[in-house]
């Protein structure tokens, strides 16, 4: 279910295996402690989403990273789509729940592009060389040795992006004064709202299913039978003014898999790259959204899917 931004940096560079998720998507805790043993102590990482950019799902980070710490390995969370939603609790009592890693996106938190953090050790950063070399990441160089600086400024190449820094310090200060958890609390609502008003459109598939009491954030994927993602999203657009995203969200693999979608039938993709490719709609809320713009929302999905034809 991860993000190409949380596998593809991985391939070629480790022993990477995937934990499977189950019919509806969600990631399965019995595969990844079968796969911890299975390796028997190997495994260094573990690096798992916070929240699903597909179907919104919240992984049980805590519960992952007491399965990692048991068998020896250490847990990185890709956090871009869960910080700007809800509390993230680094170190909760229970050391053995403790993330060691977390990964975010400025531009997920309304703040402008360009800037990401990762927070973790400063110790663990003063060891090898680091990942991009450059301008400021070396305090003395010859052309025989080189001795870096010390963390964050080894791991920081080139003229820094202060203006970009400057807006996420200024964007976590706005969320931390509305307060995290009424951020949650709010988004919570809007979603359990647009998914009851989509769940009454007959046509539409939905593919996320978790109940109004489980932990989520606000996304909502779906397709309407009889016409086609970018068709829909096309059509919200320019009779709403509706923005909506279409397509795979980079996890090919996680929609994929979602949409049921055979090894022989990629392989057909692969070899006609102009063909329509398979995706999905996605709704998605932050805490600017309110609930007439669903009511807007869902009055048009139900036209587009009363009448496909119409508007194909």
């Known amino acids: 279910m991860e993000h190409h931004s949380n596998d593809l940096p991985w391939r070629n560079k480790f022993q990477v295996d995937y934990v499977q998720t189950d019919a509806s998507g969600k990631l399965s805790l019995e595969d990844l402690e079968s796969k ?63 993330i060691d890693y977390l990964a975010f996106s400025a531009h997920k938190m309304y703040a402008p592009f360009g800037t990401g953090v990762l ?22 160089v010859t052309h025989d040795w080189v001795v870096w600086e010390n963390p964050p400024h080894n791991e920081e ?37 647009a998914n009851l008003k989509l769940k009454s459109i007959p046509g539409i598939t939905l593919y996320s299913q978790t109940s109004i009491d489980e932990p989520r954030i606000g996304v909502i994927p779906f397709n ?20 909506v995203r279409t397509g795979c969200f980079c996890t090919q693999p996680y929609i994929q ?41 869902a009055q048009l999905l139900e036209r587009i899917s009363k009448h496909p034809t119409t508007y194909s």
């Open 257 to 297: 898999r979602l949409l049921a979608i055979s090894p022989k039938h990629m392989e057909f993709y692969r070899k006609n790259v102009d063909a329509p490719r398979p995706g999905v709609v996605r709704i998605s809320f932050g805490l600017y959204n309110d609930f007439s713009e669903i009511d807007v929302v």
């Open 157 to 193: 190449a080139g003229s820094p992006n202060v203006m970009g820094v400057v807006a996420l310090i200024a964007a976590i200060k706005t969320l931390t004064a509305l307060g995290m958890e009424n951020i949650d609390h709010y988004e919570n609502q809007l979603t359990n709202y």
């Open 119 to 140: 927070i973790g050790p400063k110790e663990t950063f003063r060891q090898g060389i680091p990942e991009i070399v450059g301008g400021g990441t070396a305090e003395t």
């Open 36 to 98: 911890l043993i299975k390796h028997k102590g190997n495994v260094k990482l573990v690096t798992v989403t916070g929240a699903s950019n597909v179907t919104g799902y919240v992984n049980p980070i805590h519960k992952i990273a007491e399965l990692a710490h048991r068998y020896r390995a250490k847990i990185l969370v890709d956090g871009a789509q869960l910080v700007p939603h809800t509390a993230v609790n680094m170190k909760p009592k229970n050391a053995l729940q403790h």
């Open 224 to 243: 309407i039978q009889g016409i086609t993602h970018e068709r829909v999203a096309t059509v919200l657009s320019n009779q709403a003014g509706i923005a």
